[in-house]
Nanobody, 127 residues
């Protein structure tokens, strides 16, 4: 099993930037072949997919963040990143990283039930 730990959240003003990190530890053998994703959940709302990156490095994004957020990963460091620019108040949420063994075409759809390992989350607040 993989353990995921997010960091980098905080409070910023609208228009600002944050970079989230997610470090994977434990059974990371083959981790670089997994589908990885960032999700968020605002108070009173359902968890939603934000961005995903598959084993080939192909990325997908929710329409609400396209052009503002960038997902990437460093396989050597077992670390997933989410660069968030031009932040808006509606981006305020708890952000989670997660991993899945789904194929690339499924990974791109960011279906929550397909993601099996989850971090504890990091809070992002935009005012």
């Amino acid at each position: 099993q993989v353990q995921l730990v997010e960091s980098g959240g905080g409070s910023v003003q609208a228009g600002g930037s944050l970079r989230l990190s997610c470090v994977a530890t434990g059974n990371t053998i083959g981790w670089q072949f997994d589908c990885m994703g960032w999700f968020r959940q605002a108070p009173g709302k359902e968890r939603e997919g934000v961005a995903a990156i598959d084993s080939d490095g192909s990325t997908s994004y929710a329409d609400s963040v396209k052009g503002r957020f960038t997902i990437s990963k460093d396989n050597a460091k077992n670390t997933l990143y989410l660069q968030m620019n031009s932040l808006k108040p509606e981006d305020t949420a708890m952000y989670y990283c997660a991993t899945s063994t789904s194929a690339p075409n499924i990974c791109a759809t960011m279906q929550i039930p397909t993601f099996l390992d989850w971090g504890q989350g990091t809070q992002v607040t935009v005012s």
